[in-house]
């Protein structure tokens, strides 16, 4: 299930068709509901609980991934609905949803090991919903919460407990603002710009490891924007190549970056999945297209002293 959830991630002009059953999500919320409904009515204390978000409207979370979103929202609205209408039935229903990055599968392959440091285990999203349950049905319903919120009110205060990698910056998930991110370290950065770590010296240092056989496979243009400083590489005709160029040329994906960012990415040490989630990175054109830069840094990177 969370390959789908990587392809609602795509925006509209490369997400595959079967991608946009976005309706799965709502169904299963409301079909599994419905279905457990005549035992949850029998039941002491019961509580329906969805990993959905608070429902944000603000148009940075519908761009580029507008599926997924839709996909959640969903979920999140059937909160929403299906508080009021069991409520007279003494059923809780509540969205519960995680403030940074879990160390899930769909993690691990967007953001690689760099992702799964920066992210926490999801023994949290099990304490926080054990502290839900505990809560009797009228205590508490139609409500959207966070996870570490969940867990310090319940007393426990050592968050570090469930960080993969403690004392690490962690990256934050989806639908949550600035002022909702307060409590997380700023993620440490992955790579700084040394005297040797120029824009010019990693891109002329690319022109040694490309060849047909990477032009081939690849078949694509990449335009990088360092602070306004841009450099095209081919990928796609003869043998390929790298050369300066100004703003106005054009490549199939144009990525944005600090040069930091951009060291980080061709030495090895910064994913370009985990930079594009954390807006590091910026990326206009073909994400699909995009993705295989993520494939060929193994074979693409400099020497790391830079």
């Known amino acids: 299930m969370y390959y789908l959830y990587i392809l609602l991630l795509y925006p509209l002009n490369v997400m595959v068709y079967s ?59 059937c909160v929403l609905g299906m508080a009021e209408e069991l409520k007279s039935n003494g059923i809780a229903v509540n969205a519960l949803w995680p403030r940074t990055a879990i160390a899930t ?13 920066m992210s926490r285990t999801s023994d949290i999203m099990a304490d926080a919903a054990y502290a839900i349950f505990l809560h009797t049905c009228d205590q508490m319903t139609g409500q959207f919460l966070i996870d570490d919120d969940v867990v310090q009110k319940a007393g426990i205060t050592n968050l570090d407990q469930y960080a993969v990698s403690p004392g690490s910056g962690l990256l934050p998930d989806y639908f949550l603002d600035d002022e909702d991110l307060g409590m997380l370290k700023p993620a440490k950065e992955t790579a700084k710009e040394t005297e040797t770590g120029t824009s010019k010296a990693i891109f002329e240092g690319l022109s040694n490891h490309i060849n047909e056989d990477i032009v081939k496979s690849t078949q694509c243009t990449f335009l990088f924007d360092v602070e306004g400083e841009c450099w095209l590489l081919d990928l796609k005709n003869g043998a390929g190549s790298i050369k300066p160029v100004s703003s106005d040329v054009s490549g199939d994906v144009k990525m944005i970056m600090k040069k930091d960012v951009m060291v980080g990415l061709f030495t090895g040490k910064q994913k370009a999945a ?19 830069l993520e494939k060929l840094m193994s074979r693409l990177q400099i020497n790391s002293k830079l």
């Open 274 to 292: 985990a930079a594009y989630m954390t807006g590091k990175l910026k990326i206009q054109g073909d994400l699909g297209k995009a993705m295989k």
């Open 105 to 117: 599968a769909a993690m691990e392959m967007l953001g690689g090991d760099v992702g799964l440091k």
């Open 19 to 77: 991608a946009c059953r976005v309706y799965i999500n709502i169904c299963v919320a409301v079909c599994r509901s419905k279905l457990c409904l005549p035992h949850l009515m029998k039941g002491k204390n019961p509580h329906i609980l969805n990993i959905s978000p608070p429902l944000n409207m603000k148009p940075r979370w519908f761009k580029d991934h507008c599926a997924y979103t839709m996909a959640k929202y969903g979920m999140s609205m």
